[in-house]
Each structure stands twice: as C-alpha cells, then as structure tokens.
C-alpha cells in the first residue's frame, strides 16, 4: 500500500509539474507526442487563423458603392420595387440551363414512340394518326421542357437588378477572390477583365483586393444601358463626378487580339446567360486564352449553376485548344483540391457544390449568399502544395460534438470522405484547425487513420 501511495503522489507531481509549465513548453510536449510534425502548416498562426481559412466575416458593400446605389433608387422611383425586386431574385435563381436541340429531339422520339403504341388504330388513316401523334407530341414537350429565354436589361430592368443582385453579386465574388489573395499573397494583378460585367460588381470586389496595383480595368456587356448604370455606380450618381475608381473601361464586345492578356479575368453569373454548350465552350476558351494567372468563374449555388462550372472545368482541362499563344496549361486552383471529374457528379441524386457568404444588403438585415465557383490557374503549384501537405476541402456545415468534429470533405485524390478528427487520432493542431474550420475552409489532412475515414455518399445540396 505504502509503494503504490508513493508512485501516485509521484504521479501528481509529473502532472502538476507539466501544467506549471509555460504554454508554449506544454505545446512542445504535445507535438513530441505525435512524431510527424504538425505545427509546420501553421505558418505561425493561431489555429482559428491557419492557412487554410478562406471564409470571410458579414461582407458590406464598399461605402461609396452603396451610397451611389441608394442615391440611384430613391431617384429613380421605380413602381412596385420590392416586389420587382423579389419576383426577379426568384426567377434568377430558378433559372436552369437551355435544353440543347439533340435533347429535345431525342426526348421527341421517346414521346412519339409511346404515343404510337398508345394511339394506333387500324381504321384510321394514317396522315391523320400521324398528325394527331405530332399534336401529342408538341404539346407533352411544351408541358414538360423549360422553356429558357435570354433577358434583355433595358434600363428600368437594369435598376431592378442592381436592387436584387447588386449586394448578394458582390458578396460572391469577393469571397470568390479572396481565395486567391489569401493563398497567393504575391499576386498583385495589374490589369483585370470582367466578362459580362453588369453592375460591374467584379471590379469593385477586385478593388477592395488589389486596388494598389490594378491600372487597366475593362468590363465587357453586350447592355448598354447596364455599361451606363455601372458607370453611374462608379461616380457617386453625379453625371460630372471624378470615378471612385479610375482606369475602368467599358466595352460591348472582348477585346478583338486574341494576343492580349489580363492578369485576373473574371466572368460572374454570366456563363448561364448564354443561349447553349457551344456558346458557353467558346466563351470559356475565350476567356482563357486572355487569362495570363488566373481566371475566376462564379454562378448561383444550384445543381445548374454547378453544372456549367463543370462543363467550364472539363473544356479547359481535357479539350484541347486550337488557337494557342500562351502554351501553360490549366489547373484547378479552387474550390476542388484535384484536377479529376468532380465526385460529387458521380453520386445520386446528383447534389451541387455550392458555398455560403453573409451579407449586408442594402436595406434589409444580413442575408446569404449561395454560390458556386470555378477558379484555374496558369500559375505553378502554391507553397502548401508542394511542401507534402495535402489540403482536402470542406464541402458542408461542419458539426461540432464533444471531443470529435464530423467534417464533409472533398479530398486530393477525388474522393469525398466524411472525417471525424479527434485530438487522440490526429493531433491537437489539426483537431483544433478542424473545431475552427467552417464550410468552404481548407483543411490540412497530415496524418489518415483508416479508421475514422469513410467514404462519404451524403453531400450537401
């Protein structure tokens, strides 16, 4: 008894003696405890700021944007505007791809197929019978096919849109981006094309990120009275006011040389405004062909919106360019961790990849944002990335429980897994990385236990 009453009180004394130590001795006690290094990824940052936070705060408009915004509402006086301007946020995020000629047609032949067996008689004629077929036909493909139509922004519209879409618009965008100025803090662009520029939403994002280096600005929109309304927007509403931010052009049509080059291109919510797969191919070789680092695509946080990301993706990385003067290939700088088919494309039902941002609008509480986006990269490998770390994405909310945290992730080998990462299992830096990552964070994954790693089929709509 007496023997076994020494070794505990020797016991309490080690464990008294280890807390009695500095914090930063205590850490080092920890580490030593896992061999592999844990601590190099930090970069000296705290936990809840490690390098793979890219998740921002309730993001507000710049002052001078929403003071011009304000200032062009309350002229305008637009009828029935908060009305307008929910029917129109609606209706933009319910918008679905245009269904392409050979679906339709393919999608005919099915209908016509099954109306044959359903209607043949033998005493009837046959021009008839077929015309009555085509009737059936024409009138099941009307029900049942989304019937998409581009939208013309006249000027009334386009105070409708900036209302609805101006905040939220912003709010994506500038999250979109910050990825790239948190990851490569070496990148000041000098020169910016923003391709179906509207409110011109991409240059003020950009502004707020890169305005000490930024010279030429060009926004592109086939809108007139859009080019008109973001211009208005960079003065302050005063027809003879200096810009709040100068070297912005604006332009109906891309610049005609397929030799000149931007450092970031931008194309926000525009790749579904356009009529089919073939515009849609063309305009994102377009773009990539003027893209010198890096080339950001954002649309609605929707299965559709996702889609077009993903057919962006695919043409870039796997078709190969007629026209090239800039041989540097592509890769896939963010949200995905890998160059390979998306994995969330592969499990049914098929669920986006889509991310949240709060934001401030203009006259109401925070809101959310939902998006999707696509940046690649002409540039080589970042730092973390060629260091041994590999950095998996957090694709949905991550659930906080006593001792574990349960996170979703998208990982390098393009796979979707679903990790619960303890501080027993994994380490206490990237257990504390895990409690202080949220969706649409990075996180380091140094160490793999098979046995808390699952494949994970439950994705995140």
Known sequence: IQVTFSAVLIHLSHCTFA????KVMRDGMSAAAHP???VDFLKGEVHRKHPGVTNMKTLRMPEELQTAARSIIHSAQVTRLTERTRDLTNFLWSRKRPVEDATLRKKAMSLEKEEVNVLHVADVDEQVLEERIRKKVFSELRR????WTPLKYDEELGLVYMAARLAG???AVR????EIKKRDPSFAPQSLLDFGSGLGTVVWASHSCWGDTLKEMVCVDSSGPMNILAERLLKGDEERGEPHIKQVYFRQFLPVSP?????LVAAAFTLSELPGVKEREEAVLTLWRKTSSYLVLVENGTKDGHQILMEARDTLLKKQDKTLHDTRTASVFAPCPHDLMCPKLAVEPITPCNFQQLYQPL????QTEKFSYLILSRTEPTEAETEGVAWARVIAPVQRRTRHVHCRLCCPDGQLQHLVVTARNHGRDIYRCARSSNWGDQLPIIQKVDDDIETDSETHS
Do not use: C, E, H, M
């Open 19 to 22: 807390w009695s130590l500095p």
């Open 169 to 171: 618009g912003y709010a």
């Open 36 to 38: 592999q290094s844990q």
């Open 144 to 147: 049942t096919t989304y019937r």
């Open 259 to 263: 030799k000149v080059q931007f450092d």
């Open 363 to 366: 006259p109401l509480p925070r």
């Open 175 to 178: 999250r979109a981006i910050n």
